[in-house]
T-cell receptor, first 109, second 112 residues
């Protein structure tokens, strides 16, 4: 079983749609949680940290359920510029960031 | 403020050659890491450092060495390149372990 699992997609949705990504992690001792986005042939960039209370940044909302070991990302009113691969990332203490394989999203005009 | 700078951006090596991938950050971050990214495998941790003079192995350390003589620099050395080391390599740094990492733009390495 992979430590961090994501639906690889691809997700193809029309502009303006709401998109939801899910992620599960296997290590209950995981401490910190993040969503990154990665554009084609570019480096990953931090989108947002994820907190147990849930957090929102503009059109993006992240949720964490520690009991279910489940992380989600919701994108509202999607834009063409949201097209990218979204990476679920879990920190297991020290320096170990574990990356999911990513979910590819394409927003269609 | 340049962030995390990686050089070179592209490199072709012959099997058995050695080389050093350079990584420098100007944000005074204590935490630095090296990852490789392969299709279908996601990003995997090679080596990491929690401060100058302190390094440790990640998930896939074999065939690579690192050192951290200064806070700013964290070079990755390939000892004897193999085709299995063909990959995209990313260096990353962070202010604290529970903060997000800033990534460099990557080095695309091909070993023939």
């Amino acid at each position: 079983r992979k430590e961090v699992e994501q639906d690889p997609g691809p997700f193809n949705v029309p502009e303006g749609a709401t998109v939801a990504f899910n992620c599960t992690y296997s290590n209950s001792a995981s401490q910190s949680f993040f969503w990154y986005r990665q554009d084609c042939r570019k480096e990953p960039k931090l989108l947002m940290s994820v907190y147990s209370s849930g957090n929102e940044d503009g059109r993006f909302t992240a949720q964490l359920n520690r009991a279910s070991q489940y992380i989600s990302l919701l994108i509202r009113d999607s834009k063409l510029s949201d097209s990218a691969t979204y990476l679920c990332v879990v920190s297991q203490g020290a320096q170990k960031l574990v990356f999911g394989q990513g979910t590819r999203l394409t927003i269609n005009p | 403020n340049a962030g995390v700078t990686q050089t070179p951006k592209f490199q072709v090596l012959k099997t058995g050659q050695s080389m050093t991938l350079q990584c420098a950050q100007d944000m005074n971050h204590e935490y630095m890491s090296w990852y490789r990214q392969d299709p279908g495998m996601g990003l995997r941790l090679i080596h990491y450092s929690v401060g100058a003079g302190i390094t440790d192995q990640g998930e896939v350390p074999n065939g690579y060495n690192v050192s951290r003589s200064t806070t700013e620099d964290f070079p990755l050395r390939l000892l004897s390149a193999a085709p299995s080391q063909t990959s995209v390599y990313f260096c990353a740094s962070s202010f604290a372990r529970d903060r997000g990492y800033t990534f460099g733009s990557g080095t695309r390495l091909t070993v023939v």
